[in-house]
């Protein structure tokens, strides 16, 4: 997503030159995969000190003095102690650490806490007070005040992946301006056992989604009414007992009057909606072993809001965007249930087929991911079938768009579709914008591989620009289509979590931008400036979240400019290699920060270490 305008629609003119690469093979080789190395012997150990806090305050670290304690107001869940953040009722923030060391070799490394929530806030919709826990710098996971419990539910997060590392293990706690939210934590524990075998779950499941919809809508394209079935497998070695759906786009409504619903649902028992009502788990009737293939179906509605949003109409065009339900993922540190966020993505899921039938009336044109055919429906409508392969969510758009075709010097089909008030120069603009931008990003980085590209097109968008497979929504600006088209590949392609590394599409993207447009980044990096200690280009967008207005400069900007010294480290020729290479062996996967700096770390023999330290490239 292209950052708002008040918040800079062209991150700071930072300049690069242009690398030359040859184009990829349309289907790119799978890499080989990378030779283990010998692991160590496990020492089965219980690494946490003084988890219940019965032993005074060492060794944590604590923002204030009052967060270990046993004063009455709350009840420890063993002994007599506890560890109590926030509470105040006003703006307030509180922090909890210890480092800890996870032996290497541990086929398991578990971390448990018990956690008991109470607060004054009265909202049913709305997480006013946060509390986030966190190993190194990720995030496990975030808690609000919509979270309020009457006694301690035991937390479990499978932390395997960092044995062998010494890590924090951390709480923060925020509180607004008003109504106390206690978060009270004890019985800290990160348990180690195990050979070197690696976790279950380290495995991304559920595996090959693949979604089918119906959809008709009313005469305006406000509202869609139909059936979605999503078919899965489980390709871990833990059965999965449970699936949850993220129905991302109840952030725009309220729990009460939902703009997603979904109802009916079969091949499985619907649970509570939860976190903010984006998420819905579905208990499978028996787990699915490895291997096991299962479907579930529900009728969905949609209604979209009023605005000039991802999701929303603006007069008579509307913009449908992460408004199918999609499965959540689930992966070493369970599953990933984060938050909406508003100032970037929060989107993670895996790349799925879709099959997706809308029916609409045939005054509306209707741009979607995939490539479409369009059928006469009952009398005055059409139905538009939208048909797209590997990729990780679907988006469309409705109205009486004026369109515009052409195709790229590549062959990729361009259609840019225009709200009323964009001039025909601007849209032809646009069209040369859209034709030159996906050509220059496959050249680098693999040949497109969505059939056609739709662009729609509106100056009234508040956020700039938003990134769909084969979908963008934008204003007219070369840089901000380009940057769009860039996410085909950084987001769509080559997959990330965008919730907890969002360096890895925005900055990514922002530096093939400037290679598109010929920049240089001669020296850009002397312009940064850090904020705090804490801030750092890999952080979460929990961390942006708090920190709004620093997002753009660090991820896009810093981010960018931190692959632009890569560049002059390794040397033009080696780093278009690298970002070859690295695209085409996670070709339709998803890529970790870890995954990147080894690959860049083999691509030299320059050690990279003081680098990542210099940039504040951690993971």
């Given at each position: 997503m292209r950052p708002t305008p008040h918040k800079?629609?062209?991150?700071?003119?930072?300049?690069?030159?242009?690398?030359?690469?040859?184009?990829?093979?349309?289907?790119?080789?799978?890499?080989?995969?990378?030779?283990?190395?010998?692991?160590?012997?496990?020492?089965?150990?219980?690494?946490?000190?003084?988890?219940?806090?019965?032993?005074?305050?060492?060794?944590?670290?604590?923002?204030s003095t009052s967060v270990i304690t046993n004063r009455t107001g709350q009840t420890a869940h063993g002994g007599t102690s506890l560890a109590w953040l926030?509470?105040?009722?006003?703006?307030?923030?509180?922090?909890?650490?210890?480092?800890?060391?996870?032996?290497?070799?541990?086929?398991?490394?578990?971390?448990?806490?018990?956690?008991?929530?109470?607060?004054?806030?009265?909202?049913?919709?709305?997480?006013?007070?946060?509390?986030?826990?966190?190993?190194?710098?990720?995030?496990?996971?975030?808690?609000?005040?919509?979270?309020?419990?009457?006694?301690?539910?035991?937390?479990?997060?499978?932390?395997?992946?960092?044995?062998?590392?010494?890590?924090?293990?951390?709480?923060?706690?925020?509180?607004?301006?008003?109504?106390?939210?206690?978060?009270?934590?004890?019985?800290?524990?990160?348990?180690?056992?195990?050979?070197?075998?690696?976790?279950?779950?380290?495995?991304?499941?559920?595996?090959?989604?693949?979604?089918?919809?119906?959809?008709?809508?009313?005469?305006?394209?406000?509202?869609?009414?139909?059936?979605?079935?999503?078919?899965?497998?489980?390709?871990?070695?833990?059965?999965?007992s449970e699936v949850y759906l993220r129905l991302w786009d109840n952030y725009h409504g309220t729990c009460s009057a939902t703009p997603i619903t979904v109802t009916n649902v079969t091949g499985g028992t619907a649970g509570a909606l939860s976190v903010g009502c984006t998420a819905l788990q579905v208990a499978l009737p028996t787990p699915l072993t490895q291997g096991q293939t299962a479907t579930i179906g529900f009728d969905l509605g949609i209604t979209v809001p009023s605005g000039a949003d991802r999701f929303g109409y603006d007069g008579a065009f509307s913009f449908i965007g992460n408004a199918l339900p999609v499965l959540a993922v689930k992966d070493a540190a369970g599953w990933h249930l984060d938050p909406y966020t508003n100032n970037g993505e929060s989107f993670y899921s895996l790349a799925a087929d879709f099959q997706v039938t809308l029916d609409h009336p045939s005054t509306l044109l209707v741009p979607a991911t995939g490539a479409s055919v369009d059928t006469p429906g009952s009398s005055g409508r059409t139905v538009t079938t939208a048909t797209a392969a590997k990729v990780r969510d679907f988006a469309w758009a409705a109205g009486p768009f004026t369109k515009i075709s052409g195709t790229s010097t590549a062959g990729t089909p361009i259609n840019i579709y225009s709200v009323s008030g964009i001039s025909s120069a601007n849209a032809q603009s646009m069209l040369t914008t859209a034709k030159t931008a996906v050509d220059a990003h496959a050249s680098r980085f693999g040949a497109y591989p969505y059939g056609e590209l739709d662009a729609v097109i509106d100056n009234n968008f508040w956020f700039g620009g938003m990134e769909y497979p084969g979908f963008v929504l934008d204003l007219v600006s070369t840089t901000a289509l380009t940057h769009e088209i860039g996410h085909q590949w950084w987001y769509g392609i080559v997959g990330d979590d965008e919730y907890n590394n969002p360096w890895l599409d925005e900055a990514f993207t922002d530096y093939a931008t400037d290679l598109a447009l010929d920049k240089t980044g001669t020296n850009c990096w002397n312009s940064v400036s850090w904020s705090s200690t804490t801030e750092k280009i890999t952080n979460s967008m929990a961390y942006w979240d708090a920190h709004s207005s620093r997002y753009s400069t660090v991820v896009y900007g810093y981010g960018k400019c931190a692959l632009h010294d890569l560049r002059r480290v390794l040397g033009d020729t080696v780093m278009a290699k690298l970002l070859k290479d690295y695209a085409t062996s996670h070709w339709y996967g998803v890529s970790t920060t870890s995954e990147f700096k080894a690959a860049a770390q083999a691509a030299t023999t320059t050690d990279l270490t003081s680098f990542w330290t210099q940039h504040r490239i951690d993971g």
């Open positions: 800079a629609l062209a991150a700071s003119a930072l300049a690069v030159a242009a690398l030359a690469a040859a184009l990829l093979p349309t289907t790119p080789a799978a890499a080989a995969p990378p030779t283990a190395p010998l692991a160590a012997a496990c020492t089965p150990a219980q690494v946490v000190t003084n988890g219940g806090f019965e032993s005074g305050t060492s060794p944590w670290s604590q923002s926030n509470g105040v009722g006003s703006t307030h923030t509180d922090t909890l650490s210890q480092s800890v060391t996870i032996p290497a070799g541990c086929g398991t490394a578990t971390l448990t806490f018990w956690l008991h929530i109470d607060t004054a806030e009265t909202t049913s919709s709305t997480a006013y007070d946060k509390l986030t826990a966190k190993i190194g710098t990720t995030t496990l996971a975030t808690y609000s005040n919509l979270n309020k419990n009457t006694g301690y539910v035991q937390k479990a997060f499978d932390v395997s992946a960092f044995a062998g590392q010494t890590v924090s293990v951390a709480f923060t706690g925020t509180e607004d301006s008003s109504l106390q939210t206690s978060f009270v934590i004890d019985d800290v524990a990160l348990d180690t056992s195990g050979d070197t075998t690696p976790p279950a779950d380290s495995t991304r499941t559920p595996a090959a989604p693949s979604y089918t919809v119906s959809l008709s809508s009313n005469t305006s394209g406000t509202v869609w009414t139909g059936h979605e079935s999503a078919t899965f497998t489980n390709a871990s070695s833990t059965a999965l």
